[in-house]
């Protein structure tokens, strides 16, 4: 993922409702939204090049969300897949800080990452640039290529989007629709992160397209208080056109 927009515990029906936009190469093969046939509790899409993945669910209610800390200077050409991951969570029965403490403990092996993981009672956050794992605390929030909340355009105008779609009664469709963005940011608030003001320009919006890279999918997840899970994925196309969509509900169940 490029774009993770979250709140979490900011609405009495909605304790957990996640938005987000997969950015990849468009010659990276992938497989969309389905339940696993190796593991049938997991609801994603798939990386058929690593067999990761960049958000899924379980039907546990447990869900986790990766996205790249972007700094070329410190690319490892023989890193691990970071996609592995978030599968390796959703597989595993690992309490979430758990998990994150002990991935921090091999976090040098990948390339740059942040990592969400956690269900409705509880949210986690750990960045191989950022430090500690730390729970996150009741709120909106946005996580793109740098550490959580950090401020550049595409995640504040996200935040407000998706704040704005909590205040009426929040549906997917809704949430992938306000991720289908393609404002572009003011020179000005462009961030420097080592890749040139070219580039910076193409991946300022929240949907990305480029000849050779843009946004692949767009996901959106309602938890509710009623133990309910709805989750729809929406395929963009090369050149930013919309897809078909995945939409799947399920109850929570923790036996």
Known sequence: MCLILFARGAHPEYPLVIAANRDEYYRRPAAKAAYWEDHPDILA??????????????????????????????RKIEAPSRGTLVSEFLVSGEEPRVYLETIAGRAHHYNGFNLLAGDVDGVFFFSSRGGAVQEVSPGIHGLS???????????????ARLRAALADEPSTEALLDLLHDREPAAEGELPDTGIGIEMERVLAPALIVSPQYGTRASTAVIFGRDGGVSFSERTILQGGATGATVSMHFSISRT
């Open 145 to 159: 290529n740098h550490l959580l909340d950090t401020p550049w355009p595409k995640v504040e105008r996200g935040k």
């Open 45 to 74: 899409g798939r990386d058929l090049e690593c067999m990761g993945t960049w958000l899924g669910i379980t039907r546990a209610g447990r869900f986790a969300a990766l996205t790249n800390f972007r700094d070329p200077r410190e």
